[in-house]
């Protein structure tokens, strides 16, 4: 089964000739360029969209998708996701990880006992936060001190939650 991976979302149109900005979740911004195609879900399905041209500016990456000429042509992007299919993505080295990967993983403290699972990650623009779903609801800023570590395998990410209090 293809399994889909979101990379970042489209945040608004761009110019009168169809273009986008579009927020990269991924930190290697160049990463993007290998990507040939990407997929948007309408109608309940994915779609396949090409993108045409891809320029940097800032911390947006702007995309002319083929076939679209024109602002209300790619109005329907504003707001959605896009995705690539998981095949697609680079290869990581060891302890490295996509976004991804961490929905699901429990979230133990220093002393290994469960405190939830990793519901939903936030994009602040500061840093990415673990949304946890648990017992206590918790929030966790995904930077070194609170997170003590993250392994992928093993299916946990660990937390120091005394520095979360602080």
């Known amino acids: 089964m293809m399994k889909w991976v979101p990379v970042g979302k489209v945040v608004s149109t761009q110019g009168m000739q169809g273009e986008v900005k579009f927020y990269y979740y991924n930190e290697v911004r160049e990463d993007f360029l290998r990507y040939t195609s990407l997929f948007i879900v309408k109608d309940n399905a994915k779609t396949e969209i090409k993108p045409a041209r891809v320029r940097f500016q800032k911390n947006l990456i702007y995309i002319k998708f083929e076939g679209v000429r024109s602002v209300e042509g790619a109005a329907f992007l504003v707001n959605k996701e896009l ?3 998981e095949e697609d993505l680079a290869s990581l080295g060891d302890g490295e990880y996509y976004e991804y990967q961490l929905i699901g993983l429990n979230v133990i403290n ?9 519901e939903s990650i936030l994009h602040t623009g500061a840093n990415d936060v673990l949304v946890v779903a648990g017992a206590k609801g918790l929030t966790v800023p995904l930077v070194e001190g609170f997170v003590v570590e993250i392994d992928v395998k093993k299916g946990f990410v660990c ?3 005394e520095a979360l209090t602080l």
């Not at 220093?110 to 990793?118: F, L």
């Open 83 to 85: 995705f690539v299919r």
């Open 159 to 161: 937390v120091d939650e």
């Open 110 to 118: 220093m002393k290994k006992e469960k405190i939830g699972s990793v």
